[in-house]
C-alpha cells in the first residue's frame, strides 16, 4: 500500500478553494484536510506550496487513432495519452464508430483493444451511424452492460457516419428510453455537402472555400434543429464542438426552457479565427477542421457563453494530422484531412487565455475542463472532484511555468501544430492519474502506465 502526501497545496474543486492536504492511498484519496498531517503516514511527501491543486482534466472529445479517407489521425492511444497527461489531462472520452451493419457491441470491443495501450482513463461516446430495429436494444445493452451513457450522432457527413432526420428522431427516442444522452455534431450535412459539390464545379478548391461551404448558420440550424429533436423525444442532449455565436441563442433558450442542452466549445473557437484562411494551401491547409474556424465576434460570444454558463465543457476534438496527409487535398479541399491537435494545450490555454486575463474564475476553470465533463458524462464523483473516496487523479499547477507552443516542444505525434507561436503561463508540475505519479517535476516519466476503460453511470 502506497501513501502519498500532498501537503500545502491551494487547493480548488468546481465550487471550493482552500489551503490544504491530500493524502493518497493507493489509487484512492484517503483524506482532504485543511489541518496539517502527519508526514509519517506517508512514503513519499510534496509540497505543493504555491500550487493550485485541483482534480484531473478530463477532455470529452478527442479522435485517437481516427480512420479516415486520408490515413488515422496521427495520435494513437498512446502518443495522445502522452499528449493529454503532459498538460494535465487524466481521462479521455473517445469515439466508437460502427461500420454500416456492425453491431455496436462489436464496435466497441475492436476499438476497446485500439485503446489498450492508453496510458489515461479512458471511455467512449457509441455511435449508431444507422438504424436497424434491433437498435434500441443495441444501445440499452451498451449502457446497461458497458457504463456507456452517450451516444454520438453526426448531422454532417451524411455519404458516410452522417444520419437522415427520421433515424436521427429514432435514435434520440431509443437513447431517452435507455436513460442516455445524444451528443451531436451539429451542421446541416445536405446543404455542406450541395455547398462542397458546387465550389469543387466551379474550379473553387483551395482551403479557404471549405468555412465557406460550412457557414455558421448551417450549425445554427442543425443546433436548432437537434434541441427540437431532443425535446420532442424528451432525450438528453450535448452539443459538441460550438463554434458559432449564431448556435448560442437556440442552446440558451432551451437551457432557459429547462431542456436538458449542455455545450462543449474548443479551444480553436476561443482562440484561432477565420483569417488562418488566408494564405498559401500550406498556410491555410492545416487549419481545415470541422466546423471550421470563425470570426472574432463568434470567438467573443463563446467566451461570454462560458462565463455565462450556456457552454458548460472545454473539449478539444483533438484529431491532429500530419502535413502530408492534408496535402491529399492540395487539388480539392474536400480531400484535405479534416482536423487538429489540442489535447496538450487545453487547460494552459484556458487558463492563459482565460484565468490570467480575468475572464474566468479558478472554479470556473475547474469546471470547465474537469468537473462539468465528470458529472455530464457520468464520472462524477469518481472523476472530477478532489474528496475521500474520489481516485486520485490530481493536478498540481504551476502558476508560473511559461511557454512557447511549437511543433518543435510538443508531445503529440504530428508536425503541424496548430497553437504554434502561442505564449501560455501555468502548467503541470506534477501530474497524479489513481495515485501513480506521471508527470513528475514538469516531465512525463511514467511511461509504463495502463488506463483503465470507465464504466460510467
Ligand atoms: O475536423 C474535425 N473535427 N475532425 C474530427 C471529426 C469531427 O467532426 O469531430
Ligand atoms: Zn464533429
Ligand atoms: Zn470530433
Redesign the pocket.
Known amino acids: 500500500m502506497a501513501r502519498i502526501l500532498i501537503r500545502n497545496g491551494e487547493i480548488f474543486t468546481g465550487t471550493e478553494q482552500f489551503r490544504g492536504h491530500i493524502l493518497i492511498k493507493d489509487e484512492r484519496i484517503e483524506l482532504v484536510s485543511k489541518d496539517s498531517l502527519p508526514e509519517t503516514q506517508a512514503d513519499e511527501v510534496i509540497d505543493a506550496k504555491g500550487f493550485p491543486v485541483f482534480p484531473g482534466g478530463i477532455d470529452p472529445?478527442v479522435?485517437m487513432h481516427?480512420p479516415t479517407g486520408a490515413g488515422y489521425?496521427s495520435d494513437d492511444f498512446y502518443s495522445g495519452s502522452q499528449a493529454a497527461l503532459a498538460g494535465g489531462t487524466t481521462t479521455l472520452i473517445d469515439f466508437v464508430t460502427p461500420h454500416k451493419g456492425q453491431l455496436l457491441q462489436d464496435a466497441l470491443s475492436e476499438r476497446k483493444k485500439e485503446a489498450e495501450n492508453c496510458l489515461t482513463d479512458y471511455s467512449f461516446h457509441v455511435s449508431p451511424v444507422e438504424w436497424r430495429n434491433s437498435m434500441p436494444d443495441e444501445i440499452k445493452a451498451i449502457k446497461e452492460q458497458e457504463g456507456i451513457t452517450s451516444f454520438k450522432v453526426?448531422m454532417?457527413?451524411k455519404d458516410t457516419i452522417g444520419l437522415e432526420d427520421e433515424d436521427l428522431r429514432k435514435v434520440m427516442k431509443a437513447v431517452a428510453e435507455a436513460g442516455g444522452m445524444v451528443t451531436v455534431?451539429s451542421e446541416m450535412g445536405d446543404e455542406v455537402d450541395s455547398l462542397r459539390k458546387q465550389f469543387i464545379a466551379e474550379g473553387k478548391t483551395a482551403p479557404e472555400y471549405h468555412p465557406l461551404s460550412r457557414p455558421a448558420e448551417l450549425e445554427a440550424e442543425a443546433v436548432k434543429k437537434a434541441i427540437a429533436f431532443a425535446d420532442e423525444a424528451r432525450c438528453s442532449l450535448y452539443i459538441?464542438?460550438v463554434s458559432a455565436a449564431a448556435s448560442l441563442k437556440y442552446i440558451a433558450e432551451a437551457q432557459e426552457k429547462g431542456q436538458k442542452v449542455f455545450a462543449e466549445t474548443c479551444p480553436q473557437y476561443l482562440l484561432l479565427d477565420d483569417e488562418k484562411y488566408r494564405g498559401s494551401f500550406d498556410e491555410t491547409a492545416p487549419f481545415?477542421?470541422?466546423?471550421p474556424l470563425r470570426k472574432k465576434a463568434d470567438n467573443k460570444a463563446l467566451w461570454e457563453a462560458l462565463l455565462g454558463n450556456t457552454i458548460r465543457t472545454l473539449g478539444t476534438?483533438h484529431?491532429p494530422f500530419n502535413r502530408v496527409q492534408k496535402e491529399q487535398g492540395k487539388d480539392n479541399f474536400t480531400k484535405i484531412a479534416?482536423?487538429?491537435g489540442g489535447v496538450e494545450h487545453r487547460l494552459t490555454l484556458l487558463y492563459t487565455y482565460g484565468v490570467l486575463q480575468g475572464k474566468l474564475t479558478m472554479n470556473e476553470f475547474v469546471d470547465l475542463v474537469s468537473t462539468n465533463p465528470a458529472k455530464i458524462f457520468g464520472l462524477y464523483p469518481k472523476k472530477g472532484l478532489i474528496a475521500p473516496g474520489s481516485d486520485a487523479d490530481l493536478v498540481l499547477w504551476n502558476p508560473d511555468k511559461e511557454n512557447l507552443i511549437s511543433v518543435k516542444n510538443h508531445v503529440s505525434n504530428s508536425d503541424l501544430e496548430a497553437y504554434e507561436g502561442f505564449r501560455t503561463q501555468g502548467a503541470p508540475e506534477y501530474v497524479f492519474l489513481r495515485g501513480q505519479k506521471i508527470v513528475d517535476k514538469g516531465k512525463l516519466t511514467n511511461h509504463n502506465l495502463k488506463g483503465k476503460f470507465l464504466k460510467r453511470h
Open positions: 472529445h479522435h481516427l489521425s453526426y454532417a457527413y455534431h459538441v464542438h481545415v477542421l470541422s466546423p476534438d484529431c479534416n482536423g487538429i
